[in-house]
């Protein structure tokens, strides 16, 4: 046998080992385990899904390679995916693959796995002749077949999403009631906001808090994957549902903007991806592959009274609603919508408000700070400030669109500011910078970053001011100009994600205005969500409803959050005083909050969320440098392991703040909030007998003989707040 033929047989054998083993395929296999999931993409295939590996159950499955929905140089619309050509550099943390888009161009995919995060780094595309126009772009799609088209509900394109799961979360995506998880088939086809976009693209109504956060979940019981930005999208951004399947779109309609584009397209950390045992967990671990975190100053912390309360019901009294600010000790005044003589002019309006002079005078005298409201894109009179077509977004046919906070064509509407132009620039500056040198505020509350037209409609003149580029660069650009004015200006907005940390140092949750009238549950959410941003050593400030009926329930879920505030009535709806009750529950979180930042909640039975429960506090607590600084307690039938607050027995719901930095078991000073009528009681163990223990009513100690000191025990009886309506709460001291 010559050597030639047997070396050719060795080669033979060694091949036909390897395809027996699997080892051929290796090269276009990406995959990696962590926490017990694995994340397993045959790239070439491009086939993705990550599973539980014990006992083994597939989560989530899906393809991830980008697709494009263009129009081409013809003027005809073409679906073309990126297809795998070469996978040589792939290693096991990642590499680069070579893709294909067919005759359209060629480009590659940069991917690395880190710490439980894959991240795409980098996507290239080289387009073949005249660039194409960019429609969209997406991750999770993939063209259908002709069997699949005679079963796709709509054939309007030849694409359909493939990302499937049991289900997916995407914090507050529907309002009244809130709600957070969704079976894949519940909202039928679909779009759900994940950036600034929101209502302008038929999404369900969706405002501030959390958003945006650029990213969503899907998953199941054992498990959940969440795919996210890992920059700023230079497109409108949202979670396309189309039946019961999934995926990322990134809306661009290029085909309707005119826009230079160069043969080569590049995008920087387009996706990011992360996955643990539950929704709340794996958003977690995206959010923190931003890090690691520096804690925002404490100062910005404030207790915040908004007058949006009131001047939505045509209240525009300031020396009234600042005397009831003064009632629940706030910070801060923050004058709200409704302040100017007109949509964005920075002005006041003296028609409604001919004393405001003397009313800001009133304020300062005294000791509240001011605050006002600033939307970020809307203008009601351009031709005032100078401004012309050209300043502003416009349509297809040239001429400025107008939008509102309902996109509702049949209502009012505003100009909305294009930052592309030099002068809608320097009206925003001289605006923001106006405000901040002569009224001297404190504190600024920026807003409708989500009431912007979807690029459908209008978009910015500047490419690289597109998509959720666009509303990041305003609140950028009216934060940057007052911090250059006051540079420890506290900057109020309302998303939960790392990135919006340069813009906002104090993040809100909202009005409760899309809980509808399920403010005690909509708010309990908000707080299990803003958690998130707790860790990330955000400052935060918990915001109210309207309603103060829930603002018991809104008041324990502020004891965990940190700082107060409110956007309350100063009267009931029908007119009547506010309980002082109630105004005595609002003094004592005046009184008593965390102003500390940075917390790590602890669960007790509280749940995080899942497809059978939406998120919601019953029993947590605000752990700080693993110290339990704060603890809130429901009654409820839920069990949970009490030895992690040892053992503690109470009755009704209680609130318990520790007023210095060790825990509320070893504090020299504990705050003790009763929000129940007659009967409740707790049962604190601590080390040694208090010092002594006094009532707090209306905001002044005085003796409180109804505890006792028992088997290392102190037991506080709650007497009846009905007798005692200005109880704010009780103190011991060590």
Not at 96 to 121: D, P
Not at 154 to 164: G, H, I
Request: with cysteine; proline share 6%.
């Amino acid at each position: 046998m010559k050597p030639s033929f047997l070396f050719f047989k060795s080669c033979l054998y060694v091949c036909l080992f390897l395809i027996i083993s699997g080892k051929v395929l290796a090269g276009t296999i990406f995959s990696v385990k962590s926490d017990g999931y694995e994340f397993y993409w045959d790239i070439a295939k491009d086939s993705a899904l990550l599973r539980k590996e014990k006992p083994v159950q597939t989560l989530w499955k899906g393809s991830l390679l980008p697709a494009f929905w263009l129009q081409t140089e013809s003027g005809t619309r073409q679906y073309v995916k990126a297809t795998l050509v070469d996978a040589g550099n792939l290693r096991e943390n990642g590499g680069m693959v070579k893709l294909t888009l067919g005759t359209l161009g060629n480009g590659s995919l940069e991917i690395n796995y880190a710490q439980g995060v894959i991240r795409i780094t980098r996507v290239t595309v080289d387009w073949n002749g005249t660039p194409p126009k960019l429609i969209s772009m997406y991750f999770g799609t993939s063209l259908m077949n002709a069997e699949e088209k005679v079963r796709a509900p709509t054939q309007e394109y030849p694409f359909w999403p493939d990302w499937e799961a049991a289900g997916i979360c995407i914090p507050s995506a529907k309002g009244n009631p809130t709600q957070s998880f969704f079976r894949m088939w519940d909202l039928g086809h679909a779009a759900l906001p994940l950036g600034s976009f929101g209502p302008s693209l038929g999404t369900p109504y969706a405002a501030a808090f959390p958003r945006p956060f650029y990213s969503c979940a899907m998953g199941n019981q054992p498990g959940w994957i969440v795919l996210g930005a890992g920059s700023i999208p230079d497109a409108a951004m949202v979670y396309k549902i189309q039946s019961s399947n999934g995926c990322l779109q990134y809306l661009y309609r290029e085909d309707l903007w005119s826009k230079s584009t160069a043969s080569q397209r590049i995008w920087n950390e387009p996706l990011r991806i992360t996955w643990a045992a539950t929704a709340y967990d794996a958003y977690k671990a995206y959010f923190d592959s931003f890090g690691p975190f520096t804690s925002a100053q404490g100062n910005h912390q404030l207790n915040v009274w908004n007058t949006w309360g009131d001047f939505k019901n045509g209240d525009f009294n300031l020396k009234a609603i600042t005397d009831k600010a003064l009632d629940f000790k706030a910070d801060i005044l923050a004058i709200d919508d409704s302040w100017e003589s007109s949509q964005g002019s920075g002005i006041w309006n003296e028609q409604r408000f001919p004393k405001y002079k003397e009313d800001l005078a009133y304020i300062r005298s005294k000791g509240l700070k001011t605050g006002y409201w600033q939307n970020i894109i809307w203008l009601g009179e351009p031709e005032k400030f100078g401004l012309t077509v050209d300043d502003l977004l416009c349509g297809t046919d040239g001429k400025p669109v107008k939008t509102a906070w309902n996109m509702n064509p049949h209502g009012k509407g505003f100009y909305c500011l294009d930052p592309s132009s030099a002068k809608a620039v320097a009206l925003i500056r001289n605006r923001t910078q106006t405000i901040v040198r002569e009224l001297k505020p404190d504190f600024l509350k920026l807003d409708f970053g989500y009431g912007i037209p979807s690029p459908d409609v209008a978009t910015a003149r500047n490419p690289a001011l597109r998509g959720e580029n666009l509303a990041y660069a305003l609140l950028r650009l009216v934060s940057d100009a007052a911090r250059e004015i006051n540079p420890n200006i506290t900057i109020q907005y309302y998303s939960i994600h790392p990135l919006f940390r340069p813009i906002q140092n104090l993040l809100a949750l909202d009005d409760m205005g899309d809980a509808g009238g399920h403010e005690v549950e909509g708010h309990g959410q908000w707080s299990i969500w803003s958690s998130l941003a707790g860790q990330q050593r955000m400052a935060i400030t918990a915001s109210s409803g309207y309603d103060w009926n829930a603002d018991d329930e809104v008041l324990l879920n502020t004891a965990i959050v940190g700082g107060q505030s409110a956007v309350l009535p100063r009267k009931l709806d029908d007119g009547s005083p506010v309980p002082i009750q109630k105004i005595s529950k609002r003094m004592a979180l005046a009184l008593w909050h965390r102003t500390s930042v940075g917390w790590t909640p602890l669960w007790l039975n509280s749940q995080k969320g899942s497809l059978s429960k939406e998120p919601a506090p019953i029993c947590w607590g605000r752990l700080e440098n693993n110290r339990l600084t704060a603890l809130a307690l429901r009654e409820s039938p839920v069990p949970f392991d009490k030895s992690v607050i040892r053992n503690m027995k109470w009755q009704g719901r209680w609130a318990l703040i520790s007023q210095d930095e060790q825990s509320i078991f070893e504090t020299k000073k504990l705050a003790l909030i009763p929000f129940e009528g007659e009967g409740g009681f707790v049962e604190l163990p601590l080390a040694k007998k208090p010092a002594k223990v006094v009532a707090v009513i209306n905001k002044a100690e005085k003796p409180f003989s109804a505890w006792e000191w028992k088997n290392g025990l102190l037991i506080i009886k709650d007497r009846s707040l009905q007798d005692n309506p200005l109880l704010n709460g009780f103190l011991v001291y060590q």
